[in-house]
């Protein structure tokens, strides 16, 4: 890889990575709703990509249930795990997406696994256990467990994707907002009374955020990313996104002052190792689920 392109990749995780942080942000020190920041970020992404949403790629049934589960779904769990949970956490639990990915591949598009890819899985799922684990065993945290609700959808999504051909990334960006903006529209009215009073409260910093995370990181990230998959081969360009969950942890610890002791190090440290040895593997959906599980963050 050219220096060019690894200072792009770079740059590219490090927006991924910020993002985290600035939601942690707006749904905890801001006061905004989750599922009304959600919203407010797909409609961004809607009118900035409208240009691409048509002709609509078929199977449509399909490509909605995709982008939901990929983007209104995912993105709205992970943003309600920010208010609970810290970036740190949300950034090495989530991980735990990408053996889910690899199982569902397994069931719905006949991909093989070997022991490699098998000890990569158990090493994920052990440093995730261990990320959630505290005094008292498995932690109920309400945040960590929106995280893996989020890990499900977006894993889900990842798979049925592949089912789908000829979908650019605009153009699956612009069905995502599209599709995910009406029923986050829904459910913040009906779960989140006075949330435009909280957002305009909130002002301009929720503004700058939303706008960043449309537009910065759904929209350029994203494209960049997708230019550097076209260069490059899959399991060159996807254990280097792992870029994005440690400097997602050295944000947390340096912004927000996370918690970061020897069980949260050593979690960490087994998880990415287990995604690590999954994405040096060829298999078919590592790089989309590895791009949407670093946009979410």
């Known amino acids: 890889?050219?220096?060019?392109?690894?200072?792009?990749?770079?740059?590219?995780?490090?927006?991924?990575?910020?993002?985290?942080i600035v939601s942690k942000y707006v749904v905890s020190h801001l006061g905004s709703p989750p599922l009304f920041y959600a919203a407010a970020r797909f409609a961004v992404v809607a009118l900035a990509t409208l240009p691409w949403l048509l002709p609509m790629p078929r199977p449509r049934w399909r490509l909605v249930v995709v982008a939901l589960l990929m983007g209104g779904g995912n993105?709205?769990?992970?943003?309600?795990?920010?208010?609970?949970?810290?970036?740190?956490?949300v950034?090495?639990?989530?991980?735990i997406g990408v053996p889910i990915t690899t199982l569902l591949s397994v069931v719905m598009l006949g991909e093989t696994i070997h022991?490699?890819?098998?000890?990569?899985?158990?090493?994920?799922?052990?440093?995730?256990?261990?990320?959630m684990w505290s005094s008292?065993?498995?932690?109920?945290s309400a945040?960590?467990?929106?995280?893996?609700?989020?890990?499900?959808?977006a894993s889900l999504g990842a798979v049925m994707m592949k089912q789908i051909e000829g979908v650019k990334p605009l153009q699956f960006q612009a069905w995502v907002g599209f599709a995910s903006v009406w029923p986050l529209v829904l459910l913040s009215a009906?779960?989140?009374?006075?949330?435009?009073?909280?957002?305009?409260?909130?002002?301009?910093?929720?503004?700058?955020?939303?706008?960043?995370?449309?537009?910065v990181v759904s929209v350029?990230?994203?494209?960049?990313?997708?230019?550097?998959?076209?260069?490059?081969?899959?399991?060159?360009?996807?254990?280097?996104?792992?870029?994005?969950?440690?400097?997602?942890?050295?944000?947390?610890v340096a912004i927000f002052h996370d918690p970061f002791g020897l069980r949260m190090a050593a979690g960490s440290a087994i998880a990415l190792t287990g995604v690590l040895i999954i994405a040096l593997r060829r298999n078919q959906v590592m790089p989309l689920l590895l791009a949407i599980r670093n946009r979410a963050q």
């Open 75 to 89: 993105f709205a769990l992970i943003f309600m795990g920010l208010k609970y949970a810290t970036p740190s956490s």
């Open 1 to 20: 890889m050219s220096l060019r392109d690894f200072g792009l990749l770079a740059l590219v995780c490090l927006v991924w990575a910020s993002n985290n």
């Open 143 to 153: 945040g960590l467990l929106y995280v893996v609700a989020s890990a499900i959808a």
């Open 220 to 252: 350029g990230a994203h494209t960049g990313y997708y230019l550097l998959i076209g260069r490059y081969e899959a399991n060159l360009i996807s254990p280097l996104t792992l870029m994005t969950p440690l400097a997602t942890i050295a944000l947390g």
């Open 91 to 95: 950034a090495v639990v989530s991980q």
């Open 136 to 140: 008292t065993g498995l932690s109920a």
């Open 190 to 215: 009906w779960f989140e009374p006075g949330q435009l009073q909280a957002g305009i409260a909130a002002g301009w910093p929720f503004l700058a955020a939303v706008l960043y995370s449309g537009l």
């Open 115 to 131: 022991w490699r890819r098998g000890l990569g899985i158990a090493l994920t799922f052990m440093g995730v256990v261990a990320v």
